[in-house]
């Protein structure tokens, strides 16, 4: 981590500051989550167009200079490509990053938390669905004998911070362990996100069937105890809402993209597998960062060109999600 002089902060065409970049470095993933991706796999995208971890590294460097400060790794699940590590040291070491991120399943997290840590990983997301281990089989879609509470507290005993859990609630599914998963922020430094089902790909159907609105997941967790607002995690800046339990050590909070929206505070665009530049996680609008950057051409120009073309906001609310098949293809 290191200072660095940075030209005017980087604002989109509504003005909104652009510091974070997701950047999701496979599409692929040991899971199957019911809601993500169908139980066969995608179409994985060949070797040849994923952007090689210099080639990741490469174009970090050429936008850290125009104020990126903020990345988060994601995939798919981006522990299953080897040499994570080395990527996250060497994008700690350019110049201007100052926080890195890392959105997982979790399976690896007991054995790779720590040298993650060491390689300058500040934080980390996991995702929780349940807790109950046939049921974790059954909504991954595969039996790796994952522990989430291994897991969270391999994260903690790393010195990652914040951990934060997220967990989507899907009616009949796994919303009756809305309360066991709340429970966890009691005695441990942790911050739960619930987050409302979206509508994404061949499992958009299940938004119908399964969401379970924020307000009826806070009064379920309120029965723990009275709910006060919280500030959350110091950093992460992103789309939830916290409140915490009394007397609980962490938060728990709501991310609500089915009946509200917070584009107004966005402040992030993705990058995904192949080296294309999202400005909104639901939008159609896209640039090729990849094949300019192959050509050694500047990627500045492309990338303040396509902040100027970021959507006011995304269409989900009319369930439209810019032709996306799912969302382990821009990272969630
Ligand atoms: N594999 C990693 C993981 O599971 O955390 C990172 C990628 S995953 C696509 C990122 C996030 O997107 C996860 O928290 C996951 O639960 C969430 N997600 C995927 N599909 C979703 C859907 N249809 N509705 C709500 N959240 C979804
Ligand atoms: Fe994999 Fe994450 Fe999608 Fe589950 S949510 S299938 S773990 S990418």
């Known amino acids: 981590m290191t200072a660095a002089t940075h030209e005017a902060p980087l604002r989109d065409q509504h003005g909104r500051s652009i510091e974070y970049l997701r950047i999701s470095v496979t599409d692929r993933c040991n899971f199957r ?16 167009e994923i952007l090689s971890y210099e080639e990741i590294v490469a174009l970090v460097a050429q936008l850290a200079p125009l104020g990126l ?25 350019i110049e201007g990053i100052e926080d890195i991120a890392l959105s997982t ?34 909504i991954a879609r595969r039996d790796l004998g994952f522990d989430p509470v291994v897991a969270i507290e391999a994260a903690l005993a790393a010195g990652l911070d914040p951990v934060k859990v997220n967990m989507v ?11 066991d998963v709340a429970r966890l922020t009691i005695d441990r430094a942790v911050h739960v996100r ?11 159907h299940l ?45 728990v909070g709501v991310i609500t993209p089915m009946t509200h929206t917070y584009c107004g505070s966005c402040n992030r665009v993705r990058l995904t ?17 990849r094949d300019p950057l192959r050509r050694g051409e500047p990627l500045a120009p492309l990338f303040r ?14 369930r439209r999600v810019g032709g996306l098949q799912a969302l382990s293809q821009v990272g969630g």
Not at 194 to 204: D, Q
Not at 219 to 234: F, I, M, Q
């Open 207 to 251: 938004t119908d069937e399964h969401i379970v609105p924020s307000a009826e997941v806070l009064a379920r967790v309120a029965t723990l105890g009275a709910l006060t607002g919280a500030e959350g995690p110091a950093r992460g800046n992103g789309p939830a809402v916290y409140h915490r339990i009394a007397g609980a050590a962490g938060t």
């Open 194 to 204: 619930f987050i409302e089902l979206m509508p994404v790909g061949e499992m958009a």
């Open 105 to 138: 399943n979790g399976v690896k997290l007991p054995q790779m938390g720590a040298e993650l840590r060491a390689a300058g990983l500040d934080r980390v997301n996991l995702s929780v669905d349940s807790l109950r281990p046939d049921r974790i089989a059954a």
């Open 273 to 289: 597998a192949d080296g294309r530049l999202r400005t909104c996680l639901y939008g159609d609008h896209e640039v090729n960062l």
């Open 33 to 48: 989550c019911v809601y993500c991706m169908p139980e066969r796999g995608l179409d994985w995208l060949p070797k040849a």
């Open 169 to 179: 609630v899907m009616r009949g599914v796994n919303d009756d362990e809305v309360i």
């Open 69 to 93: 400060r903020r990345l988060r790794i994601t995939g798919g699940e981006p522990t299953i490509r080897p040499g994570l590590t080395t990527l996250i040291r060497q994008l700690k070491a």
């Open 305 to 318: 060109q396509a902040l100027a073309e970021k959507p006011l906001e995304h269409l989900l609310l009319q």
